[in-house]
């Protein structure tokens, strides 16, 4: 069974190290790596529309600890322009956007989409369109 972390603060390390270590191996072979941070239920949205309300979210709880702290770290360290917080997107929307504990509904995905899309557009907003990203 996946053992979570009881501290989100080892969580936030683990992922700012992982977060360079995937930087780094995007430029040697010139890549632009694109950083999402995805919604989750328990940040930023109002639990009496989710489609689990009173069952609880389990060991999904956690994250709400952890949201808060690197919410509040994005604010004050400089994590690239390729990084796009799309957490709280759901605050104020009062309506069903989940369609199990943690996973979102069609409007849902299409509001992370849009979220992603417009962070992109506003990377390279000369062309207009989201900056290239390479495959290769």
């Known amino acids: 069974e996946l053992q979570l972390h009881t501290d989100p ?3 936030i390390d683990r992922y ?3 977060k360079k270590i995937i930087e780094a ?3 040697a072979h010139n890549i632009t790596p694109v950083f999402v941070w995805q919604p989750t239920p328990v940040y930023e949205y109002d639990l ?3 489609v689990k309300k009173g069952s609880g979210l389990g ?3 956690f994250a709400r600890e952890g949201y808060e702290l690197f919410n509040q770290y994005r604010k004050e360290h400089d994590l690239g322009k390729h990084f796009i917080w799309c957490a709280d997107i759901q605050k104020n929307v009062s309506k069903p956007l989940y369609v199990g504990k943690i996973h979102y509904s069609a ?3 299409a509001m992370i989409a849009h979220c ?3 962070a992109l557009k506003s990377q390279n907003p000369v062309a207009g369109e989201p900056a290239p990203i390479s495959l290769q």
Do not use: G
């Open 116 to 118: 992603i899309a417009e």
């Open 59 to 61: 060991k999904f709880e």
């Open 16 to 18: 700012l190290k992982n």
């Open 107 to 109: 409007e849902m995905s």
């Open 9 to 11: 603060r080892d969580v």
């Open 25 to 27: 191996l995007a430029r």
């Open 48 to 50: 009496q529309y989710h």
